[in-house]
């Protein structure tokens, strides 16, 4: 079992920066991807950011450039760094972490975007 726990998101201004984290408990072994997801109102989860074992990264296109996705393996913690951020970021952002083939999330934190 693997408990996530994610920092607050919040009310930023377009332009602005948020970084979100996300705590694993338990041992490191057996976790294989960390990564963010997302849901806007009335649309589906989708990827954010993932990022392997290895430091391999992968991102949504609207978001290639402005985010920053990064990871402190003695801490067991996943980061999610938004700059340059914009209405259409607003959502719910979730951690997940794949451990042994399953996968764990977290409750969601909600970021929104306005002026």
């Known amino acids: 079992q693997v408990q996530l726990v994610e920092s607050e998101g919040g009310l930023v201004q377009p332009g602005g920066s948020l970084k979100l984290s996300c705590a694993a408990s338990?041992?490191?072994?057996?976790?294989?991807?960390m990564g963010w997801y997302r849901q806007a109102p009335g649309n589906e989860r989708e990827l954010v950011a993932l990022?392997?074992?290895?430091?391999?990264?992968n991102y949504a296109d609207s978001v290639k450039g402005r985010f920053t996705i990064s990871r402190d393996n003695a801490k067991n913690t996943v980061y999610l760094t938004m700059n340059s951020l914009e209405p259409e970021d607003t959502a719910v952002y979730y951690c997940?972490?794949?451990?042994?083939?399953?996968?764990?999330w977290g409750k969601g934190t909600l970021v929104t975007v306005s002026s």
């Open positions: 997940n972490v794949k451990h042994y083939g399953v996968n764990y």
């Open positions: 338990g041992s490191r072994l057996g976790i294989q991807t």
């Open positions: 990022i392997t074992n290895g430091g391999s990264t």
